[in-house]
């Protein structure tokens, strides 16, 4: 019994790979390797190099293993990058995801967690948002998202295929021991940004926006550990191994945190200084978003273990400090 995990290579992919292996679970991995790093993949987990939109490809390795279930990663996921090149994500992540639901399909395998995004909400109609609230994305990638979630429900309806979709809102933090996390390039992201600045690799951070209607004016999030996160997706699978039908759940902490808050913590958390200073609002950035994630918790029996920001920030920046230019493959 093996779970296939394209995008396995990738920041949220490794550490839910590794997870799997240390749960005892048979891994296949598939990455291209355009964003995700060869050495961040657990060495028990089978590795195959290519894309999902290569069907060839992918049917080769449906051959080859013997996959009861898919956790799905692979796609792009930059926000402000999707504003600049839509195509470049329905491409790869609508497509790949036709591809991967067709094989799928030809193979009989009838399960797959989808990693999916607070992106789809768009700026939210009520604080914290629930599964069913409005879904009217702001950017390509959320855009992108929405139809893949609505591809697996039509796979349901046609093949019986059964999805979970996990709709993450902000993700951070490294496995506590240091040896994997995040390495993005470039990095967009606001916590390794910052712990960039605070390791001196990069000058100073530039917060987007001071306008927003929140309580100090800056974007508000939610944060996730990516060890909760991971942990989720094995909930969802075995949830699914075990007869579940199709749920989406979103994965937050219910808790927002501003920008600048983050900034204070992550001063704290390190003690440097950090320069930092107002910029412009960067385009389809949503003003606040926080998780209603009463759903998660009750059905799949999830429960967040590093629940606060310190503990994400503090594990992020031991990664940091152990990997100050990331990943060397
Ligand atoms: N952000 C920022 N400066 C940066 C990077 C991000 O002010 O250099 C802000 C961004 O505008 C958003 C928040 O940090 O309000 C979180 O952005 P990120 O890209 O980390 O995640 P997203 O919310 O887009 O998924």
Redesign the pocket.
Request: no cysteine; glycine share 8%.
């Given at each position: 019994m093996a779970i296939l995990v394209p995008g396995g290579a990738g920041y949220i992919g490794s550490h839910t790979v590794d997870r799997l292996i240390e749960n005892n679970f048979d891994v296949v991995v598939v990455d291209n390797l355009a964003t995700g790093h060869r050495s961040s993949v657990n060495k028990k987990a089978r590795f195959y190099n290519g894309d999902i939109r290569e069907k060839e490809f992918l049917n080769d390795v449906f051959e080859k293993e013997s996959i009861d279930g898919v956790i799905h990663f692979a796609a792009n996921s930059i926000?402000p990058e999707s504003m600049e090149k839509p195509m470049k994500y329905f491409d790869n992540n609508v497509y790949g995801m036709i591809n991967l639901l067709e094989v799928m399909n030809q193979h009989n395998v009838k399960n797959i967690v989808f990693s999916s995004t607070a992106?789809v909400y768009g700026e939210p109609e009520q604080i914290p948002i629930k599964e069913i609230d409005a879904k009217e994305p702001t950017n390509p990638y959320g855009e992108s998202k929405l139809m893949m979630e609505k591809m697996m429900h039509w796979a349901d309806v046609a093949h019986d295929i059964k999805f979970t979709a996990l709709r993450y809102f902000?993700v951070g933090g490294a496995k506590m021991d240091g040896s994997i996390g995040e390495d993005h390039h470039p990095e967009?992201?606001?916590?390794p940004?910052i712990l960039q600045v605070a390791q001196g690799v990069r000058s100073k951070?530039?917060?987007?926006?001071n306008d927003y209607p929140t309580k100090d004016g800056?974007?508000v999030?939610d944060y996730v550990h990516v060890l909760d996160l991971a942990d989720a997706h094995i909930l969802a699978m075995q949830r699914l191994l075990n007869g579940g039908d199709s749920q989406v759940f979103n994965l937050g902490s219910s808790t927002g945190f501003s920008?600048r808050q983050i900034l204070e913590t992550a001063r704290t958390v390190t003690g440097k200084e950090i320069p930092a200073e107002d910029a412009p609002r960067?385009a389809g950035?949503p003003s606040t978003?926080v998780a209603d994630s009463t759903k998660a918790r009750d059905v799949l029996g999830w429960t967040p273990k590093h629940d606060n920001v310190k503990d994400i920030i503090a594990s992020a920046w031991k990664w940091e400090q152990t990997h100050p230019n990331g990943y060397e493959n």
């Amino acid at each position: 019994m093996a779970i296939l995990v394209p995008g396995g290579a990738g920041y949220i992919g490794s550490h839910t790979v590794d997870r799997l292996i240390e749960n005892n679970f048979d891994v296949v991995v598939v990455d291209n390797l355009a964003t995700g790093h060869r050495s961040s993949v657990n060495k028990k987990a089978r590795f195959y190099n290519g894309d999902i939109r290569e069907k060839e490809f992918l049917n080769d390795v449906f051959e080859k293993e013997s996959i009861d279930g898919v956790i799905h990663f692979a796609a792009n996921s930059i926000v402000p990058e999707s504003m600049e090149k839509p195509m470049k994500y329905f491409d790869n992540n609508v497509y790949g995801m036709i591809n991967l639901l067709e094989v799928m399909n030809q193979h009989n395998v009838k399960n797959i967690v989808f990693s999916s995004t607070a992106a789809v909400y768009g700026e939210p109609e009520q604080i914290p948002i629930k599964e069913i609230d409005a879904k009217e994305p702001t950017n390509p990638y959320g855009e992108s998202k929405l139809m893949m979630e609505k591809m697996m429900h039509w796979a349901d309806v046609a093949h019986d295929i059964k999805f979970t979709a996990l709709r993450y809102f902000n993700v951070g933090g490294a496995k506590m021991d240091g040896s994997i996390g995040e390495d993005h390039h470039p990095e967009t992201h606001l916590i390794p940004i910052i712990l960039q600045v605070a390791q001196g690799v990069r000058s100073k951070l530039q917060i987007f926006g001071n306008d927003y209607p929140t309580k100090d004016g800056t974007n508000v999030r939610d944060y996730v550990h990516v060890l909760d996160l991971a942990d989720a997706h094995i909930l969802a699978m075995q949830r699914l191994l075990n007869g579940g039908d199709s749920q989406v759940f979103n994965l937050g902490s219910s808790t927002g945190f501003s920008n600048r808050q983050i900034l204070e913590t992550a001063r704290t958390v390190t003690g440097k200084e950090i320069p930092a200073e107002d910029a412009p609002r960067r385009a389809g950035d949503p003003s606040t978003l926080v998780a209603d994630s009463t759903k998660a918790r009750d059905v799949l029996g999830w429960t967040p273990k590093h629940d606060n920001v310190k503990d994400i920030i503090a594990s992020a920046w031991k990664w940091e400090q152990t990997h100050p230019n990331g990943y060397e493959n």
